[in-house]
C-alpha cells in the first residue's frame, strides 16, 4: 500500500469513530432528557465505591499477563457512567489500590514485585458473566474511553 494510501484509510478510520463517539454521546445525551435522569440532589451526596473490601467498595479485576506487567479492570459501577473525568478518578484510585494489593493479582508468580508495573492496555472493555461491565484501567485518552464503551454495548 501506498503512503498516501496509509494515511487516507487512517483519516477515514478516525473520522468514522469520532463520528460513532458524537452519536453515542448524542444518543446518551437524548435518553437522558427524555426520561429526566438528570442527577438528583441525592445523588450529588453519594460516594462512589472505592476499591477494596467491606460496604461502598469494589474488588478491581487484576491478573498478571506478563513480567511485571498487570491486566486491571474496573466495574462501570465505580465511576458515573459515561464521565470521562471520573473514569480518570476511579482508574487512578484502582491502581493506587493495586500498588498497595499486589497479592491480589491473580497469577502473581509472573511480577518481580519491585515497586513498578506496568498496565496490560488490551482489551479495553469487555462483559462479564453478569452482565456487568468492566474497563481496563489503562486506558489514557477519551476518544478510547468512549470507543470501550461502544465495544461494551454490543
Same mark, same amino acid.
Given at each position: 500500500?501506498s503512503k498516501i494510501?496509509e494515511n487516507t484509510l487512517t483519516? &477515514?478510520l478516525?473520522?468514522?469513530l469520532?463520528r460513532?463517539?458524537?452519536?453515542?454521546?448524542?444518543?446518551?445525551? @437524548?435518553v437522558?432528557?427524555?426520561?429526566?435522569s438528570?442527577p438528583?440532589?441525592?445523588?450529588?451526596?453519594?460516594?462512589?465505591?472505592?476499591p477494596? +473490601?467491606?460496604?461502598? @467498595? /469494589?474488588?478491581?479485576?487484576a491478573?498478571?499477563?506478563?513480567k511485571?506487567v498487570?491486566? &486491571?479492570f474496573i466495574?462501570? @459501577?465505580s465511576?458515573?457512567?459515561?464521565?470521562?473525568?471520573? !473514569?480518570?478518578?476511579?482508574?487512578?484510585?484502582a491502581i493506587? *489500590?493495586?500498588? +498497595?494489593?499486589?497479592?491480589q493479582?491473580e497469577e502473581?508468580?509472573? #511480577?518481580? *514485585?519491585?515497586?513498578a508495573?506496568?498496565?496490560d492496555p488490551e482489551p #479495553?472493555? /469487555?462483559?462479564?458473566g453478569?452482565?456487568t461491565?468492566?474497563f481496563?484501567?489503562?486506558?489514557?485518552?477519551e476518544?478510547d !474511553?468512549q &470507543?470501550?464503551r461502544i465495544k461494551?454495548?454490543?
Amino acid at each position: 500500500m501506498s503512503k498516501i494510501d496509509e494515511n487516507t484509510l487512517t483519516r &477515514l478510520l478516525g473520522n468514522s469513530l469520532q463520528r460513532e463517539v458524537e452519536s453515542q454521546q448524542r444518543m446518551d445525551a @437524548t435518553v437522558a432528557r427524555i426520561i429526566g435522569s438528570g442527577p438528583a440532589v441525592i445523588d450529588q451526596y453519594k460516594a462512589a465505591p472505592q476499591p477494596g +473490601h467491606g460496604p461502598g @467498595t /469494589y474488588q478491581p479485576r487484576a491478573r498478571a499477563s506478563g513480567k511485571d506487567v498487570v491486566s &486491571l479492570f474496573i466495574p462501570e @459501577t465505580s465511576f458515573k457512567a459515561g464521565d470521562w473525568r471520573d !473514569f480518570q478518578r476511579a482508574a487512578s484510585e484502582a491502581i493506587n *489500590w493495586l500498588r +498497595h494489593n499486589r497479592y491480589q493479582v491473580e497469577e502473581g508468580q509472573k #511480577l518481580c *514485585w519491585g515497586p513498578a508495573f506496568g498496565l496490560d492496555p488490551e482489551p #479495553l472493555s /469487555y462483559r462479564d458473566g453478569s452482565g456487568t461491565i468492566w474497563f481496563n484501567a489503562a486506558i489514557e485518552q477519551e476518544q478510547d !474511553f468512549q &470507543l470501550a464503551r461502544i465495544k461494551s454495548r454490543t
